[in-house]
């Protein structure tokens, strides 16, 4: 059963700095890229970013370019987000999905940026 | 970048026939896939329909996908109407390094 787990969200000031992750299992890790997407309180689903089944390669929503890095240990089978300068705006949930086309998602982690 | 536009609500009586469609801004519908994801509230989304018109498992049959190149647009059709199937829906798609999602469309079972 392939499952995904989020953690390391909570609260932070702005202008700070949080480190997501998500620990998968169920499934050959290695072989698939993974998405992060978020959901702002009460908005729709925005993509966030997209990395590589290798790590070699990752995407990022212009909102996110620059503030924040996507990466994974294929050994660990595990994704991080590492979101640095954040803003009041990047308040949401944080899910992570497999593939690009997002077949299976986890529950997500809440992230609340606010002083 | 091109957007992903849906209806903002649905609303239809238990046993019948919905349609949600997803229209494309720019750029060809069939060039990239079309996912399709329910999002019960409180809870995280699900996906329905994967590449166009596929059902993951587990997923009943009165759910399923299509596109049509004329109008460049994706649809969702849900039919014989539950209400478990009341929940924001959402498409998905892509044209390379862009992932977009359509804004939801809220189902609502009368």
């Not at chain 2, 903002?8 to 997803?22: A, D, N, R």
Request: proline share 4%.
């Amino acid at each position: 059963e392939v499952q995904l787990l989020e953690s390391g969200g909570g609260l932070v000031q702005p202008g700070g700095s949080l480190r997501l992750s998500c620990a998968a299992s169920g499934f050959t890790f290695s072989d698939y890229a993974m998405t992060w997407v978020r959901q702002a309180p009460g908005k729709g689903l925005e993509w966030v970013s997209t990395i590589s089944a290798s790590g070699f390669s990752a995407y990022y929503a212009d909102s996110v370019k620059g503030r924040f890095t996507f990466s994974r240990d294929n050994f660990k089978n595990t994704v991080y987000l590492q979101m640095n300068s954040l803003r009041d705006e990047d308040t949401a949930v944080y899910y992570c999905a497999r593939r690009e086309l997002l077949d299976y998602w986890g529950q997500g982690t809440l992230v609340t940026v606010s002083s | 970048n091109f957007m992903l536009t849906q209806p903002h609500s649905v609303s239809e009586s238990p046993g019948k026939t919905v349609t949600i469609s997803c229209t494309r801004s720019s750029g060809t519908i069939a060039s990239h896939y079309v996912q399709w994801f329910q999002q019960r509230p409180g809870s995280a989304p699900t996906t329905v329909i994967y590449e166009d018109n596929q059902r993951p498992s587990g997923v009943p049959d009165r759910f399923s996908g299509s596109i049509d190149s004329s109008s460049n647009s994706a649809s969702l059709t849900i039919s014989g109407l539950k209400n478990e199937d009341e929940a924001d829906y959402y498409c998905h798609s892509s044209d390379g390094t862009n992932r977009v999602f359509g804004g939801g469309t809220t189902l609502t079972v009368l």
